[in-house]
């Protein structure tokens, strides 16, 4: 029987090469996931985390192998390991983005063991994506979560749900499994594979099937009928406003003993997703793509994430940027990110590591490998569409491509590759054209299918306290080229550069280890484009009404704000300054066709320059009812700080974190750019939480956040912060 026990507790951890005989005292004991370093959210170097550090863990088997093989899985150790059990040392695993495994079971001892992990953070050439510059840190340490699995002598491997015919009347379902016999002699085994289609109706067959001793065998099972008009009702399918997962079972029976079984567990959804030359398709139905690149980093723990905040990304990608598609860019994502697009309904394009540089032989076998492990790991997700098969940017080359092609096709004959390039032109070996397009325009298509897959980015780096007039023209130009994408022939849609700002190398960014390319700040917080973004979604699901304007006449070049820009899915908005109403407004379909909401331009508003002028309020309409309102004060000095979490609750666990984010706004919220203030915040709760971040917090932009962290210890975490001339405030989150 199969047993999994979560690994990521009571690590050691020590940032340098220790031998196995120095002590543990000369170790720190850490919670998984972990950074090897923590920084400040920016004006640090790469070289602070390239070096190679330790971490050790001792354990006793948490219960009889009973003939069971023991494997300890990572999840992502950046950038290579080599781990070693009671004294073995595996080969070192090279590339920090991908899963491996490692079967322990003929190194362990009775009593306690020691399992170290010489994690190599360098930046080593000889690994993707690294051997030129690269645009993005990838950071150090065992940075994704471990387990420890028993599985019987004969198991399986790996699990495959793939629906087949979705949109016709011979929707089927076929279940793969992947299976492994480790003993000397060969083994006949029975394989069942089932799915609930609802709680009262099971689908199911099984075969019976022979591995070679010391052997594999790949078994599908096919369950037809699946459509409607066959004994149970048919399945639902996986859309973005009602994703409907299912979980598909796969046993297995070996030899006489009753108990000697194993059981593997998969989530899929039934979904049909197709580029054709005139745009992609989502069950039959066109849906034009809109989207944000995502990085994988954070401010201050690097990519060391826990699930909580990789969950919490997907969501504002999907609710607070109102996106149906996120590339991972530029490298597959934590599992937790992945597993919620599917429960969410957000559509992914993920990718293989690199950025531009290809290596040499050995770096493109790693390089293939990638592409394998990316698929073995993620081919059940329904959100994935497209597996990206070519280093970021990179220049042609056709023996590569065409195997790294041909290796997706043959692991995952459903889905169409892609490979992005940066000019067109480049070689077609793909299902769909993915272009960078930075012409600040859509570029007719020469080839179809046609995506956009970044756009903007380094032509139009904007932060939060750059003037009115950049921001705003930053959030213009996102919503002009996604308009351009949507009313031009044959392209499938446009994922801009980018959702959040980065920390980046130094040959990129404004110089303080920052790409300010974010429609999002590095903590997830609001650009103007944002609301862009954000105003694109469905008024069903959520009603956005933003002004893109922090309404301050003398911000702005020769006092002219007009037209000021409102981002909404409301049918009309009226605007009113100082309680007069001054007009409403239709959103501009004239100079952004082709987008569900284009944005509002207000005009008429009668502020002048040196004239006492009132608050501007703006107030959202749908079918004739107001339901939604931004106020925005005329020029007042700071009224508030804002703190916010975005959890009331935390698990114990020793790694959940959630964001603490502060504002210095005005009286109704709208934080103030300018506002340069002092932040100090202090912690009271259980031991073992704490605050992660620069603190106190040399705040520009009237926005910023750090993280709390809960120990393991049960409490509330009361957070409180202040700051010159504010009243303070205090948020309580539980821990437990
Ligand atoms: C692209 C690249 C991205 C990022 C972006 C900045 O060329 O693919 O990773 O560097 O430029 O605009």
Not at 314 to 340: M, W
Request: glycine letters at 8%; proline letters at 6%.
């Amino acid at each position: 029987m199969r047993a999994i026990f979560p690994f990521n507790d009571s690590w050691l951890y020590a940032p340098q090469v220790l031998a196995s005989d120095v002590a543990d005292s000369a170790f720190e004991v850490v919670t998984l996931p972990h950074s090897n370093k923590r920084f400040p959210y920016h004006n640090f170097d790469d070289r602070e985390y390239q070096f190679i550090s330790t971490y050790r863990k001792r354990f006793v088997l948490p219960e009889a192998r009973q003939g069971r093989r023991v494997f300890v899985d990572f999840d992502g150790v950046m950038l290579a390991a080599t781990v070693s059990i009671n004294g073995h040392a595996f080969p070192e695993h090279r590339g920090g983005f991908t899963p491996f495994s490692l079967d322990i079971t003929d190194y362990l001892r009775e009593g306690e063991n020691l399992l170290s992990v010489s994690v190599d953070s360098r930046e080593r050439a000889d690994i993707p994506p690294f051997g030129h510059t690269v645009d993005y840190l990838v950071f150090g340490g065992i940075y994704r979560d471990v387990r420890l699995r028993y599985v019987d002598p004969v198991y399986i491997e790996r699990a495959y749900a793939t629906p087949l015919d979705v949109l016709s009347k011979s929707l089927r379902l076929r279940l793969t499994a992947h299976l492994v016999n480790t003993q000397a002699q060969e083994v006949t085994v029975s394989l069942a594979a089932m799915f609930d289609v609802d709680e009262n109706n099971s689908v199911g067959d099984s075969v019976d099937v022979a591995i070679p001793a010391h052997g594999k065998a790949e078994v599908s099972i096919e369950l037809d009928d699946l459509s409607d008009g066959g004994a149970h009702p048919q399945p639902a399918l996986w859309t973005l406003d009602d994703p409907r997962l299912y979980t598909a079972t796969f046993s297995l029976d070996w030899g006489d003993a009753t108990d000697a079984y194993d059981r593997v567990q998969v989530r899929f959804g039934f979904r049909h997703a197709q580029f054709k030359d005139d745009g992609f398709y989502l069950n039959g139905q066109r849906l034009q793509l809109r989207g944000l690149n995502r990085h994988q980093t954070f401010p201050y723990i690097g990519a060391a994430a826990p699930a909580r905040l990789q969950r919490r990304d997907a969501d504002i990608v999907k609710y607070e940027l109102g996106c149906n598609i996120v590339r991972t860019s530029h490298y597959p994502q934590s599992p937790h990110f992945l597993n919620r697009c599917d429960e969410i309904g957000l559509l992914v394009f993920e990718e293989i590591p690199g950025w531009q540089h290809i290596g040499d032989a050995d770096w493109k076998a790693l390089s293939l490998r990638d592409v394998r492990a990316m698929i073995e790991r993620d081919y059940n997700h329904p959100a994935i569409i497209m597996w990206g098969v070519r280093i970021n940017e990179s220049w042609d080359d056709h023996d590569f491509y065409e195997q790294t092609n041909a290796l997706a096709r043959q692991l995952d004959p459903t889905r169409p590759t892609g490979g992005v390039r940066f000019f067109q032109g480049s070689e077609f070996l793909e299902d769909v054209y993915t272009l960078n397009d930075f012409s600040n325009d859509i570029q007719e298509p020469q080839v179809t299918p046609h995506l956009v897959t970044e756009f903007n980015g380094h032509m139009f780096p904007t932060k939060t306290w750059d003037n009115e007039e950049r921001r705003v023209e930053h959030a213009r130009r996102h919503a002009r080229i996604q308009a351009r994408a949507a009313s031009s022939g044959g392209v499938s849609g446009a994922i801009g550069w980018c959702a959040f700002d980065y920390n980046t190398h130094e040959e990129f960014g404004a110089g303080d280890r920052i790409c300010y390319h974010g429609v999002m700040d590095i903590w997830r917080l609001p650009k103007f484009a944002a609301f862009f973004y954000e105003s694109q979604q469905d008024a069903a699901q959520r009603v956005v009404l933003r002004v893109a304007s922090n309404w301050r006449l003398g911000d702005v070049s020769e006092g002219l704000i007009e037209p000021v820009y409102v981002f909404s899915n409301c049918e009309e908005v009226v605007a009113y300054v100082g309680g007069r109403k001054k007009g409403t407004f239709r959103p501009a379909h004239d100079l952004f066709p082709g987008l569900p909401h284009p944005p509002f331009r207000l005009h008429g508003l009668d502020a002048l320059l040196a004239h006492p002028y009132g608050d501007l309020r703006v107030v959202g309409l749908i079918g004739g009812q107001e339901v939604a309102e931004q106020i925005i004060s005329a020029p007042q000095p700071p009224k508030q700080l804002i703190l916010r979490a975005d959890d009331d609750a935390l698990l114990a666990d020793g790694a959940d974190m959630t964001r603490v984010a502060f504002l210095v706004a005005d009286a109704y919220g709208n934080p103030l750019p300018y506002a340069v203030k002092v932040v100090t915040l202090t912690l009271d709760g259980p031991q073992g939480a704490e605050l992660i971040g620069d603190n106190p917090f040399p705040l520009v932009g009237g926005q910023a956040a750090l993280y709390l962290r809960a120990g393991h210890t049960s409490g509330v975490a009361v957070v409180r912060a202040q700051a010159d001339r504010l009243p303070p405030a205090e948020i309580r989150v539980r821990i437990g």
